[in-house]
Structure formats: C-alpha cells, structure tokens
C-alpha cells in the first residue's frame, strides 16, 4: 500500500497483528539492481514482523522460508494457475466467509462508527480488497465460487490458516 505526502512516496509494508497465523507474520523486502534502465540483479530479504519490529530471517528459518517461496511459488508458473490459485482464495473464503466480514464491519460500524467507516472504506477503496469482494460476489451470482482445483483450495486454506509453532 502506498500513499502520497507532499510528493514524497510512502510505502507501508508491515501492519502488526496480535496472532498466531504464521503467514501473517513473514515478509520480504526486494532490493533490485539497476543500470542503464534495466533489472541486473533481484534480490529477497525475508523477515519476521514480531510485536517490537522487523528481523530478519538467519539461518534454518531463511531455508524454511525460501523452500516454502519456492514450493508456493511452482504452480503459479502461468497466468491460467494464478487465476486457479485465486479460484482457490475464493473458494476457501466462501460466501460464509464474505457474509461473516461483512457482519464484523457492521457490528463494527454500530459499537465503533468510526472504526467501523475505516475498515469498510478500506474493503472499498483498496484495490485487493475490493477485487477480492467483487470477484466473490460475481462467481456467487453465477453459482462457480466452489470447484476450484484441489491444489489451489489447499494452497489457500494452508497460507490462511497455518499456525507460528
């Protein structure tokens, strides 16, 4: 997410949350080389995001990581299985999942008016949230939010719901 101040370009890239969902709590930097307007080098800094900041990944957990980009990463050789890998996003958050955000930003909107406006302006003016939504609700309307490929359900379900051991 980036936003704009007097010219200057902000990037915010780590937004702490209190839990114990362990994708939620990697990331990675790129640090890209240029000459001559051309890409000469690419390289990943991943890291930890703890309660008191950024570290970064030494040792087995920066193998771990980079097994698990590269085992992520494999199917998603081609457009086709990046749109099945969001099939599988969409399928594993359900219409269940769509109803039960929708009634927290309500819920929200009653006991916190202005939380509540914030997180639904964020669902709304965020481009992945709002192509999220309105991906959901289109293959609802057309009845083909299930059926997505097996590998990309589990992709989904795992980044979602795998736990910080």
Do not use: C
Not at 85 to 94: I, K, R, T
Not at 125 to 152: N, Y
């Amino acid at each position: 997410m980036s936003g704009r101040n007097r010219g200057a370009v902000t990037i915010h890239f780590v937004f702490y949350q209190e839990t114990d969902l362990l994708y939620r709590k990697l990331g990675f930097l790129v640090k890209l080389g240029l000459a001559e307007k051309t890409v000469v080098y690419v390289k990943l800094v991943p890291y930890g995001i703890h309660d008191r900041g950024l570290r970064l990944l030494e040792g087995g957990a920066r193998t771990w990581f980079f097994d698990k980009l590269k085992t992520v990463s494999e199917p998603l050789d081609n457009f086709a299985n990046i749109e099945k890998a969001w099939h599988g996003f969409l399928h594993y958050y359900g219409a269940d999942g769509l109803g039960e955000e929708i009634q927290i930003i309500l819920q929200k909107l009653s006991s916190e008016p202005q939380k509540g406006a914030a997180m639904l302006r964020n669902r709304l003016t965020t481009m992945q949230h709002s192509q999220h939504w309105i991906d959901a609700l289109t293959r609802i309307m057309h009845g083909d939010l299930e059926g997505s490929p097996t590998w990309a359900y589990d992709l989904a379900e795992e980044w979602l719901t795998a736990k910080k051991q």
